[in-house]
Nanobody, 114 residues
Framework: VQLVESGGGLVQPGGSLRLSCRTS????????IRWYRQAPGKQRDLVAT??????TTYADSVKGRFTISRDNANTVYLQMDSLKPEDTAVYYC??????????WGQGTQVTVSS
């Protein structure tokens, strides 16, 4: 599975951004799609997950502010509201599909700063 992220940028604290992850295959053929993020000098952390059945989970640090969703074709979104400076990171899309294994996108930079 090939993944391409987009939608990152510079936003002020309290603002919103929507990230997109476009996949090379139909969304419903992929078991799990996740958003991770990695801040400079820190480990890559899981942010949000959506599974084939539609269930979603979130890291405690983003609950109530971020929403993961998908369309009926090949794109997963991460709506990020009430952004904080500590949300600044490179955001990566990840997918797992049986027999294909793990796939990662190239990442998109999100910077929250006034």
């Amino acid at each position: 599975v090939q993944l391409v992220e987009s939608g990152g940028g510079l936003v002020q604290p309290g603002g919103s951004l929507r990230l997109s992850c476009r996949t090379s295959e139909n969304i419903f053929s992929i078991n799990t799609i996740r958003w991770y993020r990695q801040a400079p000098g820190k480990q890559r952390d899981l942010v949000a997950t959506i599974v084939r059945g539609g269930s979603t989970t979130y890291a405690d640090s983003v609950k109530g502010r971020f929403t993961i969703s998908r369309d009926n074709a090949n794109t997963v979104y991460l709506q990020m509201d009430s952004l904080k400076p500590e949300d600044t990171a490179v955001y990566y899309c990840y997918a797992f599909k049986p027999f294909d294994g793990d796939s990662w996108g190239q990442g998109t930079q999100v910077t929250v700063s006034s």
